[in-house]
């Protein structure tokens, strides 16, 4: 399973790729190992707002079940994500990035225990 990782890197936040790779195979399906997670979050968001400058408040996976939003790094590099597309959000400090939701929709907010095990 893909995600798309927005960290900092000497205070620039930057994207790359990440996976979650599969631990245990189920008749229900494949699961990955247990990621430990402190607190879960539901949002829902209206089209046309724009949140300029900013860091992730926590290292936290957000995972778009409607609607979408677009992420501007300083470099211009953006990237769109939408239902079904998930985020790990770890730019923590520095200068950050800019949201901009395109239109209406719902994410969950799944905020992470950070550990060596899930870099």
């Known amino acids: 399973m893909k995600y798309i990782e927005l960290y900092s890197v000497n205070g620039i936040s930057t994207f790359r790729q990440g996976s979650i790779e599969t631990?245990?195979?189920?008749?229900?399906g494949n699961y990955s190992a247990p990621y430990p997670v402190k607190q879960l979050f539901f949002r829902e968001f209206a089209?046309?707002?724009c949140f300029d400058w900013h860091c992730a408040p926590q290292a936290q996976f957000i995972i778009y079940l409607e609607g979408s939003l677009k992420i501007t790094?300083?470099?211009g590099e953006q990237h769109t994500f939408g239902p079904g597309d998930i985020l790990l959000a770890k730019d923590l400090q520095g200068e950050g990035h800019i949201s901009e939701t395109l239109s209406s929709g719902r994410a969950a907010i799944v905020v992470v225990n950070d550990s060596p095990d899930h870099n």
Request: glycine residues 8%.
């Open 73 to 75: 790094i300083r470099s």
């Open 23 to 28: 631990a245990l195979e189920q008749k229900l």
């Open 47 to 49: 089209k046309g707002q």
